[in-house]
């Protein structure tokens, strides 16, 4: 089983000169041969620093072609990267720090107005483990300093090749997306982004010759298989923005003829809306052919709409950063199939569904979805009680939604355990409300969460996020969503309309803050 880094290294050697990221913008261009040299300037940087092989390092940089390199430099010396969101703030980095037990931080001078140096320097006297600070310039071109702990690196060769690690071994603690409170440590092996690697080929008939725009952040596990695993074993080009822009996303596939795009469902929603703008001038967009997106439910209508603007086929993997993909969908199925559901279940997953008490009840065909196969991580690091809590008794790993469980073996996710809103005992998928307010004309996103109420014990509270030079009243949404026939235990009792929906580190809407804000709207 090869690793990432020697794919990388058998790139350089075969066809060095061709492109291996791209800065959407058309900055940054990073060859693979330039790939792998910049990879080994830092394995041999940080070997300088006498880092132990499995020590780790925490990696807190903007998403771009420098994040790859540092990564891959990392895995070639033999350390265990923590992936640290681009958009984590001060309380999450030190949290993961901590948890971690990192003993170097790779990172610009600065980051989010944050100066890195004096950061380290605080750490280090609070007694912290953090011990050495590596810092790059930009998306680290080839002629840039390296500053360790303050004193230049002098230029080293390639790193010894035992000191890498192999793909069965941890290479990497990615996070939680951060939006219900301090994220946990997920450990990965490359061995499972292996496995995932092959059915993603499978689902999207995907090659070489195809390019890819990932828009998640590298961290996390979405955005790890779309541009750091699949396009490097494919040897096929990844273009990258350090922050997502709808619009500015759909030029990007025009200019780089994009082929192969991976978005959550909340950033191709904002695409089909500037899409669906009489004042934006579409790009050609006649290259693309696939959407990758999960992370959140697929609202069928806003999907549909952007399958017929695009000529796209949008498919999905459900699953989530501990078990990795529990099913898919694929380019064979018909859009019924992949925009109402989660796919058909993989084979080697071995998925079951389990009742609060951890029984086996996939014959009912409801239930929250468990798994063993080649695809899930090492659990949580340092992290005993989330373990516990990530496994049934007889060791299934878990997910945290319900789900349903058909006859075909086609999965459907009801929702999440922890998003449903109870009203009066009725139990109201937060999910499906989310994708009925969503079919409105003037919503361009939408996230429902339980607000506190003494009678009910809770209500369902709407935020929205229109369309621009759209209004709405929560009278109009109740007769439109009155229209569509639901029923009227799913109707939101409360409004609330933001100038921008919040979101995680990850790129989803945060739901832990806006269940905080509708506490507070509550009294």
């Known amino acids: 089983m090869i690793s990432l880094a020697r794919r990388v290294d058998d790139h350089a050697r075969a066809r060095g000169d061709a492109l291996a990221f791209a800065d959407a913008s058309g900055g940054e261009r990073m060859t693979w041969a330039s790939y792998a040299r ?16 499995g020590e780790r390092v925490a990696v807190w940089l903007p998403d771009g072609p420098g994040v790859h390199a540092v990564y891959l430099g990392c895995e070639k010396a033999g350390l265990v990267v923590v992936g640290i969101g681009p958009r984590a703030g001060l ?7 901590e948890r971690s037990g990192a003993s170097a931080l790779v990172s610009r001078a600065q980051h989010r107005g944050v100066d890195l140096g004096a950061f380290v320097a605080a750490e280090r006297r609070a007694g912290g483990a ?15 300093r390296l500053l360790l702990s303050g004193a230049e690196v002098p230029a080293g060769g390639a790193p010894p090749a035992e000191r890498a690690l192999s793909a069965g071994e941890p290479f990497l603690l990615n ?28 689902a999207g008939e995907l090659s070489g010759a195809d390019v890819f725009f990932s828009a998640l952040p590298t961290p996390f596990g979405f955005g790890i298989w779309t541009a750091h695993v699949t396009p ?3 040897g096929a080009p990844t273009i990258l923005a350090p922050r997502f822009d709808a619009r500015e996303t759909l030029r990007a596939i025009e200019a780089h003829r994009v082929s192969v795009l991976a978005a959550v469902s909340t950033q191709f929603v904002l695409m089909l809306g500037a899409l669906e703008d009489p004042g934006f001038a579409a790009p050609d967009l006649s290259s693309l052919r696939v959407l990758f ?3 959140e439910a697929v609202p069928y209508e806003k999907a549909a709409r952007f399958e017929d603007a695009t000529g796209a086929a949008v498919l999905q993997f459900y699953g989530s950063n501990e078990t990795g993909a529990l099913s898919r969908t694929t380019l064979r199925d018909p859009r019924e199939l992949r925009l109402r559901s989660a796919g058909h279940v993989i084979p080697e997953m071995q998925v079951r569904l389990f009742d609060d008490a951890g029984r086996d009840v996939t014959a009912s065909g409801r239930g929250q979805p468990g798994c063993r196969g080649p695809a899930t991580s090492r659990g949580y690091w340092n992290d005993p009680e989330a373990i516990r809590m990530l496994y049934t008794g007889d060791g299934w790993m878990l ?14 996710v009801v929702g999440r355990k922890a998003d449903f809103i109870i009203r009066g005992g009725k139990n109201v998928s937060a999910a499906e409300v989310e994708a009925e307010v969503a079919t409105h004309p003037a919503v361009a996103l939408a996230a429902a969460v339980a607000m506190p109420d003494p009678t009910f014990g809770e209500r369902v509270c709407v935020y929205v996020e229109l369309k621009p030079g759209r209004s709405l009243e929560l009278p109009e949404l109740v007769a439109h969503l009155e229209a569509r026939e639901l ?30 804000d509708a506490a507070r709207r509550a009294g």
């Open 293 to 295: 997106t999960g992370g």
């Open 399 to 412: 997910t945290g939604d319900v789900a349903e469980l058909d006859g075909e073996g086609v999965l459907r």
């Open 38 to 53: 910049r990879s080994d300037r830092i394995a041999a940087a940080l070997l300088g620093a006498g880092l132990a092989r």
């Open 91 to 97: 309380r999450e980095l030190r949290h993961l720090l």
């Open 175 to 202: 996070s939680t997306s951060g939006t219900t409170g301090l994220p946990k440590c997920v450990v990965h092996d490359q061995r499972r982004w292996l496995a995932f690697h092959e059915w993603a080929v499978a």
């Open 487 to 516: 029923g009227r235990e799913t109707f939101p009792e409360r409004l609330v309309v933001l100038p921008e929906l919040p979101r995680g580190s990850g790129g989803k809407i945060a739901k832990g803050a806006l269940r905080e």
């Open 232 to 234: 490097t074993l494919l």
């Open 130 to 144: 953090l011990a050495h600070h590596l810092v790059v310039e930009g998306e680290l071109p080839e002629a840039s």
